[in-house]
């Protein structure tokens, strides 16, 4: 049973920072890429950024320059270092992993439970 356990949402002043903390825990062969997403109140969950194995990194317009992703591999956890927020950067906020449980099987897609993200004054 692979899960995903985010942290570090709150409230936070425009211009604010927070990190996101997502960690993956149970039994798994590997984990590939590892992102995170977004979902605002009557919108669609959007990618916020992702990170493959290797390091590799891609974001959405929205969020370059102020997010930053990065992982640790031995840890098994992704990261958000959020900077510069904005109003609009609020939205619940998910963690995602594509994960292969076993070297035989099929990667597949794991999500975290949401963590809450609001930028307000």
């Known amino acids: 049973q692979v899960q995903l356990v985010e942290s570090g949402g709150g409230l936070v002043r425009p211009g604010g920072s927070l990190t996101l903390s997502c960690a993956v825990s149970g039994t798994f062969f590997s984990i590939n890429a590892m992102g995170w997403y977004r979902q605002a109140p009557g919108k669609q969950r959007e990618l916020v950024a992702v990170i493959t194995s290797g390091g590799s990194s891609n974001y959405a317009d929205s969020v370059k320059g102020r997010f930053t992703i990065s992982r640790d591999n031995a840890k098994n956890t992704v990261l958000l270092q959020m900077n510069s927020l904005k109003p609009e950067d609020t939205a619940v906020y998910y963690c995602?992993?594509?994960?292969?449980?076993?070297?035989?099987?099929?990667?597949?897609?794991?999500w975290g439970q949401g963590t809450q993200v609001t930028v307000s004054s």
């Open positions: 995602n992993a594509n994960v292969r449980v076993r070297i035989v099987a099929m990667p597949r897609d794991y």
